[in-house]
């Protein structure tokens, strides 16, 4: 029997998404990086967050890029990979990400559109805006 490593969570992206384009020529391709936070509660039922780095490539990646920003719900099916490094330090550390597989759009196109201008809405409006998503209960997730 082979091993299976997959993982699915569904949550909110926590920033717009990071795309890159790798490589030059025929050979290059685009990768999105962006982070999924996802709502548990604890056993005080206190709201948490967990949050996930997540990679995508090639034409995911582009679908990424197009229709996600910082607050659309998303469903990631991938495996999850750990890197092993050495900080500034000389630490070992160990990060843990998705490498996505498939995707699935939770909101509407209506709800994204309206979420995206309330958010842009928001942050030109107040001098202090915070990268990144509270894990307080609000609505900021869910």
Known sequence: ???????MIMGRLTKDPDVRTV???E????????SVAV???SKKDHPEADFFDVEAFR???EVIEKYFHKGSR???RGEMHFDNYQDKDGNNRKAAKITMDDFGFIDTAAESNAKAQTETKTETSSDSSTHG????GSDDLW
């Open 23 to 25: 490589g030059e020529g």
């Open 59 to 61: 034409s995911k990646a």
């Open 39 to 41: 709502n548990r509660f």
């Open 1 to 7: 029997m082979s091993a299976v490593n997959t993982i």
């Open 74 to 76: 998303i469903l990631v």
């Open 133 to 136: 998503v509270s894990a307080d």
């Open 27 to 34: 050979n290059a391709f685009k990768v999105a990086k962006f």
